[in-house]
């Protein structure tokens, strides 16, 4: 395996067996991890791809076999024979072997979960042949110019040409080039026919007499198989290896992304608990300076514990600092949020603790919200790689206070405590 296949190997390798990818996100991608192994066994055992794609009975399957040799692909009268991603192995003048995939027409009746199987195979294949009979329709046009975008070869076969004469077949094919220039080669489309048309021979005999019988042509797709074989040992190994590569990416960014959702996901549940843990310590603890204690070591460990989510972990000192940073731009932009909160915890303790039923819930939301702001903006520090990016941490507040709605977040937060202590009197 020379130098370009050997890295693309590794590189798929090390994708299927990266550790840092959540079970979760492998579940979910478990379609293109499997995809990504019979990537890797393609490039072992150098096996090139063909995926043949196409409308219902437009002579795929006849295609197919007539480049085969031989009866392997089934071919019926009905529509939609073909219902799964069917594949069949053989050898090439250069000793390769390259695997012709037949798969279910792009436009069957109620077939939309076929068709989308005909597209993710034509993805991961390393050649796509993609079969017409006559004046390419909306569809095809459409499912060929999605083919084309893959990045990888694709011919388009002109089949049952028998059908045309002379001189319909060069208007096709002129036609067919001229509105196909911008997504593949004019040598790249060829007239074919798998399965001619019968036709009857007048055969002349020796007395004079003539007899009539019906012959079959034989197959003529020698255009379509020259131009498949010097694609293929042209650019066999290269083709490979780039699908491969392609595909590695394709995942590779998929999974970024998951993992990305997956910890948004994550990191909005954990400040949702953080914030509902703070707003109730603040709303049953009558004393003021344990409020705010309190409430200072929840949001240090919360910062600690989306550190980690993000497998950016900080020091307890640098949580704190961090914190310190954090609230000093939200005690300058919601001046009066802390306000209410500073005040409702003196009210607490002027009344010898008799306002706590009256004034707890309402500061509780108040410290639920500041937890829930603090976090977001917390968040989006972490998943920016522990930076705020070159407009400061005030530009980064300001973003997340821009999305806020503070009156629901506060109507939110009260009725989650309210609720959270219900359900606690219920259970004592």
Known sequence: ??????????????LLADPRIPAEVRAELGEE??????????????????????????????????????EAFSVSVLHGETRAVDREHMRTATDGTVTLCDTPGIDEFEGEEREAMAHRAAGLGDLVLFVVEGDPTRTEWQALSAAAGHGRPVLLALNKADRYSQPEQQTLLTHLQAKAADLLPPENIV??????????????REDGRETEFTEQPPADITGLADRLWQIVEEQGDALVALNAGMFAARVSDEVAERIT??????????????ALGKGLAVALNPVPA??????AALDAGLILHLSRLYALPVTRREAWRLL????????????????????????????????TALTGSAQGAV??????????????????????G???????????????????????????IQEKLRRSRRST
């Not at 991890?33 to 006849?62: P, Q």
């Not at 639920?368 to 522990?386: H, K, P």
Request: glycine share 8%; net charge positive.
């Open 1 to 14: 395996m020379d130098g370009p296949l050997l890295q693309v190997r590794e590189s798929l390798g090390e």
């Open 390 to 416: 070159p407009a400061g941490p005030k530009r980064a507040v300001q973003a997340v206070l821009a999305d806020l709605d503070k009156n629901a977040l506060l109507s939110h937060a009260r009725a989650d």
């Open 261 to 274: 959702l997956l910890r948004r996901d994550l990191a909005r549940r954990l400040i949702d608990r953080y």
């Open 324 to 355: 310190a940073v954090i609230l000093g731009q939200l005690a300058t932009l919601m001046g009066s949020l802390w306000s209410v909160n500073l005040f409702a915890s003196t009210l607490k303790l002027g009344s010898a603790g008799f306002s």
């Open 33 to 70: 991890f499997r995809s990504i192994e019979a990537l890797l066994d393609r490039l072992e055992n150098g096996r090139l791809e063909i995926v043949v794609m196409g409308r219902v009975s437009v002579g795929k399957s006849s295609l197919l076999n007539a480049l085969l040799g031989r």
């Open 367 to 388: 410290g639920y919200a500041s937890t829930w702001i603090l976090g977001r903006v917390a968040e989006d520090y972490f998943r920016n790689g522990r930076s705020w």
């Open 290 to 295: 344990a409020d705010l204690a309190a409430a």
């Open 191 to 204: 007239l074919c026919s798998a399965n001619p048309a019968p036709r009857v021979v007048v055969q002349v």
